[in-house]
């Protein structure tokens, strides 16, 4: 079955103590993202991957570091995670950038992050 | 800076009418324009899009509609189902592009 795993889906954590949030597609897609939903905002890009050891700044990357080793992991890194890094956070894959019929992104299930 | 919006953060309508979802941009460069849908405890799926070069594009009940000059579009579901009922997220883009870039959204309510 085609999907994005993400783990945990939830986690609770306290200010500052460094954390990987994994993401794994099994598509061989090229393209993969990280997103935070938050209330009122929507989705909002954290960071994307073209490819292998690609990667570039979504809309909001400030607290937030990834890594494209293989092309089917994705993890996000917090570093030093802050209170206002709680939020809905969802992987995203696709095989191709926007606009290529039959290659939109999948999304996995998210991860519900609260820092105290 | 949100370059997309989706004014009404709910709606509710009743099964088997039409339901409207309206999204605004700002940005003159999208070209590409989604909607994806959200079930509580899950992941966004897709469910239509559309590219700046079309106005209309039509999958079963689900119809997104552009309007280029006015910068906005609109999803039209006809008839609304009880399942329909979900968040709704506007989406928008280049071509060519993985920086997508989502409205707030929209709970639609289809009541039985």
């Known amino acids: 079955e085609a999907q994005v795993t993400q783990n945990p889906r939830y986690l609770i954590t306290v200010t500052g103590k460094k954390l990987t949030v994994t993401c794994s597609q099994n598509m061989n897609h090229e393209y993969m993202s990280w997103y935070r939903q938050d209330p009122g905002l929507g989705l909002r890009q954290i960071y994307y991957s073209m490819n292998v050891e690609v990667t570039d700044k979504g809309d909001v990357p400030e607290g937030y570091k990834v890594s494209r080793k293989e092309k089917r992991n994705f993890p996000l890194i917090l570093e030093s995670p802050s209170p206002n890094q709680t939020s809905l956070y969802f992987c995203a894959s696709s095989l191709a950038g926007a606009g290529i019929p039959n290659t939109e992104a999948f999304f996995g299930q998210g991860t519900r992050l609260t820092v105290v | 800076d949100q370059q997309v919006k989706q004014n009404s953060p709910s709606l509710s309508v009743q099964e088997g009418r039409i339901s409207i979802l309206n999204c605004d941009y700002t940005n003159s460069m999208f070209d590409y324009f989604l909607w994806y849908k959200k079930y509580p405890a899950e992941g966004p799926t897709f469910l239509i899009s559309?590219?700046?070069?079309?106005d209309k594009n039509e999958d079963g009940r689900f119809t997104v509609f552009l309007n280029k000059s006015a910068k906005h579009l609109s999803l039209h579901i006809v008839p609304s189902q009880p399942g329909d009922s979900a968040v709704y997220f506007c989406?928008?883009?280049?071509?060519?592009?993985?920086?997508?870039?989502f409205g707030a959204g929209t709970r639609l309510t289809v009541k039985p």
């Open positions: 559309i590219s700046s070069i079309k």
């Open positions: 989406a928008a883009s280049k071509i060519g592009n993985n920086d997508m870039r």
